[in-house]
């Protein structure tokens, strides 16, 4: 009885230390883990709190004008437009949104330079709730 209870006990004490020196391993193989593993592409986000008054069909308006820009400067790629359906009651009034994605900071530059976009985003500014405090702008590197 004696040496089942040594064998019990030292059971106890080694699977814990065994568990830990399991996790010790995995945290410090995803320290060792790249977060950013940078592309050279950029997201450029645009969040916006639009006027009561601005109707859907304004907004599409508004995001046309965006869109079009596609196909006139050279590594933008991608447009994507949309309601925010998060539920977690942090978006702060931005009810809305889009996205561009360009194939590197020069393109997103050539964008941000382009006569038409200034055009474009003053119209975003126009719409929005307590004007330029209305739009939130990230670009995030992906």
Not at 2 to 24: D, F
Not at 46 to 55: C, W
Not at 59 to 82: E, P, Q, S
Not at 114 to 127: D, K, R, T, W, Y
């Amino acid at each position: 009885m004696t040496r089942l209870r040594h064998i019990l006990c030292v059971s106890i004490l080694l699977i814990p230390m065994t568990i830990l020196a399991l996790s010790t391993s995995v945290l410090s193989a995803s320290r060792d883990i790249k977060v950013f593993n940078y592309s050279g592409k950029i997201r450029h986000c645009v969040f916006i709190r639009f006027k009561p008054e601005i109707n859907e069909t304004d907004k599409k308006a508004i995001y046309f004008k965006i869109f079009a820009l596609k196909d006139r400067i050279d590594g933008m790629l991608n447009v994507t437009f949309g309601k925010n359906v998060n539920k977690e009651g942090l978006d702060h009034g931005y009810s809305d949104g889009f996205t561009v994605d360009f194939l590197n900071l020069a393109a997103r530059d050539r964008y941000l330079l382009n006569a038409e976009h200034q055009e474009a985003g003053a119209s975003i500014v126009a719409a929005a709730i307590e004007g330029r405090r209305g739009v939130f702008v990230f670009d995030l590197q992906l």
